[in-house]
């Protein structure tokens, strides 16, 4: 296949999204939608990519700071070709490539299906071809209109169809691989005359009809069977349903390379999250962008993991919140336990029910299994922290940080007032308020001394 640019329009409203945020910028599997189409367009290698943008451009582009592709700013959204006719500067000098022509708002596509359509329009040297499938019922694309042989005639929108066109169910996909070389002179013919009063690029389909009948090259329809693939999103309820659709496909390519899930239809998956041979993922479990996980790692029910690295042998039980955590590997976390950014837990380490820990490492074979606040800390290997200690990192302005050392003890109900250390192997007496470092081996006791009144009770009463 020879080399082909794209073009990708981008720059609607979105107005039936009903949003502030521009349509493109809404997410699939946790991905801009325009992040999806760019994915498929940089698949084909092509020689360039440009993308149309207008409402809110700024914010589309900033969303995207790291792609090389070229930016074009249509300041009106006066229609689909007027976004293309805007466009026409940065297509200079393609030497007769074919352009293919994507929308920001058809997430699914697959690269295959485009090298396909590229293939059959350039071996029947087109001039156009565009990407059809047939949808029942058809509501809301333009309408593919062939004439009694079977030749392309024309597009015609809905708003702007008869019934009988409206009754057409093939419909345009709103994908087009075209000559870059006749484009210009289609885009000057168009008119608004519609229902719409906008410059619609469909019309452009007419007018190269109408040069392959006086003798032009020849126009040709792909018609594909897959039209999930072509399924655009207009709306936040169509956007649910190819939600859905991603999930089961995200979700089944997991369980084909070996990932269990007790019940695939009630979790949820990142297109970006990757995870290892022979996991096993409980019901209601949210998996989102930037997760990794390992090898034999068994989520519970109820958990949401963001971007997160988990080794091989994690155990996390119900009802855990990971967000920026980064696991090393046979570790045992939860039930109902928060780690979040910057929590690092080495391997085996422990962290139990009704724990948080944020911005601390917790060191090999440690534990801090209940009802413990880690904020800011860095705690060694075989460090044993009781039920009930706080890190108490904040004084109101600043945050300071709390380290225990290798085989510390940390009684339970402890306050860490930081900043504080406690060297290797010392011992803190349960109910402690630790305000000054305590040495290595030595046992600090920061607590009131219990004082017994023998048969107190009885006197009382008396
Ligand atoms: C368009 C097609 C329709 C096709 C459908 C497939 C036209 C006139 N109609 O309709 O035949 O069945 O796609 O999904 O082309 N855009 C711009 N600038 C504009 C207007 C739109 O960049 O001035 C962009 C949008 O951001 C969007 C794409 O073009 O990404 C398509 O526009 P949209 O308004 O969604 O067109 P449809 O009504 O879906
Ligand atoms: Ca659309």
Not at 59 to 77: C, I, L, N
Not at 256 to 269: H, K, L
Not at 317 to 331: K, M, Q
Not at 357 to 380: C, F, M, P, Q, W
Request: hydrophobic share 40%; charged share 20%.
């Amino acid at each position: 296949m020879s080399q082909c640019a794209v073009l990708i329009l981008a720059a609607g409203l979105g107005t039936r999204m009903r949003s502030r945020l521009p349509k493109v910028l809404h997410t699939l599997a946790g991905r801009p939608l325009l992040a999806h189409v760019l994915a498929t367009a940089k698949a084909l290698n092509p020689s360039r990519i440009v993308v149309v943008v207008g409402y809110e451009a700024d914010r589309v582009r900033a969303a995207f700071p790291d792609e090389s592709v070229g930016w074009v700013v249509q300041e009106a959204q006066l229609g689909t070709g007027h976004a293309v006719r805007t466009a026409l500067p940065a297509l200079e000098g393609l030497n007769g490539q074919p352009l293919l022509i994507l929308s920001g708002d058809v997430p699914l596509l697959e690269p295959r299906l485009l090298q396909q359509a590229l293939e059959d329009h350039q071996q029947a040297n087109r001039s156009l071809t565009v990407l059809t499938t047939t949808i029942e019922p058809p509501t809301g694309y333009g309408r593919l209109v062939r004439d009694g042989a079977g030749g392309v005639v024309a597009i015609i929108e809905e708003r702007d169809a008869d019934p009988t066109t409206r009754a057409i169910t093939e419909i345009n996909t709103g994908i087009y691989c075209v000559a870059s070389d006749r484009l210009p002179d289609w885009l000057a013919a168009i008119r608004n005359d519609n229902a719409q009063q906008e410059y619609y690029l469909t019309d452009m389909v007419a007018l190269a009809a109408t040069e392959a009948a006086r003798g032009g090259r020849p126009v040709g329809a792909s018609h594909h069977l897959d039209r999930t693939a072509f399924m655009g999103i207009n709306d936040r309820s169509q956007l649910a349903g190819m939600e859905r659709i991603f999930r089961d496909r995200v979700v089944g390519d997991w369980m084909a390379r070996g990932v269990t899930f007790v019940d695939p239809q009630s979790c949820w998956v990142a297109a970006d999250a990757v995870i290892a041979q022979d996991t096993i993922i409980e019901p209601n479990v949210i998996i989102g962008p930037g997760v990794a996980i390992g090898a034999d790692c068994h989520i519970g029910p109820f958990c949401e993991i963001r971007d997160s690295r988990l080794g091989p042998g994690v155990r996390i039980r119900a009802f855990c919140h990971l967000d920026g955590a980064d696991l090393a590997g046979a570790n045992d976390v939860g039930p109902y336990a928060r780690l979040r950014p910057k929590a690092v837990l080495d391997q085996g380490a422990k962290v139990g029910n009704f724990c948080e820990v944020k911005k601390s490492r917790v060191g090999a074979g440690s534990k801090v299994n209940h009802l413990t606040y880690i904020g800011d800390a860095e705690i060694g290997s075989g460090v044993n922290v009781g039920a009930g200690t706080i890190t108490c990192n904040y004084d109101g302005k600043h945050k300071h940080r709390t380290v225990l050392e290798d085989g510390v003890f940390i009684g339970s109900n402890t306050s860490l007032v930081a900043p504080v250390r406690v060297g290797a192997g010392a011992v803190v007496g349960a109910g402690s308020t630790v305000t000054k470092d305590v040495p290595p081996g030595a046992l600090a006791v920061a607590r009131g001394r219990q004082n017994t009144v023998e048969n107190w009770a009885a006197r009382k009463k008396k």
